[in-house]
C-alpha cells in the first residue's frame, strides 16, 4: 500500500526525484513549470538560484495548503557566466568546451514552503572537468544527454564520465543536496533520518551530510 505523501516535490527533475526518495519520505510530484531566467553575470548566483527555488516553491505550495513543499533549482558558474540548462545543440557545444579541463561551481538552491512560511537554504560544490575530446562531446549530444542539465552535463553519467575531481556536496551537482534538504525538512517539523545504505555511496564522505545528520532538535524558526 502507498504511503501518504508528507511532502509535495516541486520537481520534474528523474534526478532529483531519485535522490529525495533516498531520504524514506513519501512525496507527491508537482513541477511548478516557471520559467527559469537567468542574468548573464554571476555577482549574485546564490541569490539568483535561491531566488529561483523559492518562486517554485511557492507556485506550487498555493496548490497544497495541507503539505509542505519543496523546490530546488541548480545553476553553474564559470568565469563569471551563469550556465544554466541548454537550449539547442550549438549552446550545449559551447557549454561543454568551455567547461572542458576547468574549474567551476555548482550551485543549488533548495526551498521548503509550508503554510506562509518558507526556509530556504543552497550549496556550493567547486567541479574540475576532465579534458575530454570533441568526440565525446558530439556523442553525449547525439544521445540528447545535456538538454535537461545545467551545465549541459551530468557528474553521474557513467557514458560520458566528464568531472575529473569535485570538491563539496557530489549530490548538489546531480541536482538536490541532501544535507541541505534534511536541514530544511526538519524546519519544517518534518523528521527525516535516512538509512545510510540508502545513501549514495558518495554521501558516507560528504561533512555536509554528516554534520547534518548529527544534529537534534532543530528549531522550526525561518
Request: glycine residues 6%; positive net charge.
Amino acid at each position: 500500500m502507498r504511503r501518504a505523501p508528507v511532502l509535495v516535490l516541486a520537481s520534474a527533475s528523474p534526478r532529483r526525484r531519485e535522490l529525495l526518495g533516498r531520504l524514506g519520505v513519501a512525496f507527491d510530484v508537482d513541477p511548478a513549470g516557471i520559467p527559469e531566467e537567468l542574468p548573464a553575470q554571476d555577482s549574485r548566483a546564490e541569490r539568483v538560484a535561491r531566488r529561483l527555488a523559492r518562486a517554485k516553491a511557492l507556485a506550487v505550495a498555493a496548490r497544497y495548503p495541507a503539505l509542505p513543499v519543496l523546490a530546488a533549482d541548480t545553476v553553474v558558474v564559470r568565469s563569471g557566466r551563469l550556465l544554466s540548462k541548454p537550449v539547442d545543440e550549438a549552446e550545449a557545444w559551447s557549454m561543454l568546451r568551455e567547461l572542458r579541463g576547468r574549474w567551476h561551481r555548482v550551485i543549488t538552491a533548495v526551498a521548503v514552503a509550508r503554510g506562509r512560511r518558507i526556509w530556504v537554504g543552497h550549496a556550493v560544490t567547486w567541479v574540475r572537468m576532465r579534458e575530454y575530446s570533441d568526440h565525446e562531446i558530439a556523442a553525449s549530444i547525439a544521445r540528447g544527454d545535456p538538454f535537461d542539465k545545467a551545465g549541459a552535463y551530468a557528474i553521474q553519467d557513467e557514458r560520458f564520465h566528464p568531472v575529473a575531481e569535485y570538491r563539496g556536496c557530489y549530490c548538489n551537482v546531480v541536482g538536490l543536496p541532501l544535507g541541505t534538504v534534511i536541514d530544511l525538512l526538519r524546519r519544517a517539523g518534518i523528521a527525516v533520518c535516512p538509512s545510510p545504505e540508502r545513501l549514495p555511496p558518495e554521501c558516507t564522505c560528504c561533512p555536509l551530510l554528516a554534520s547534518v545528520r548529527s544534529r537534534r532538535g532543530l528549531d522550526t524558526g525561518s
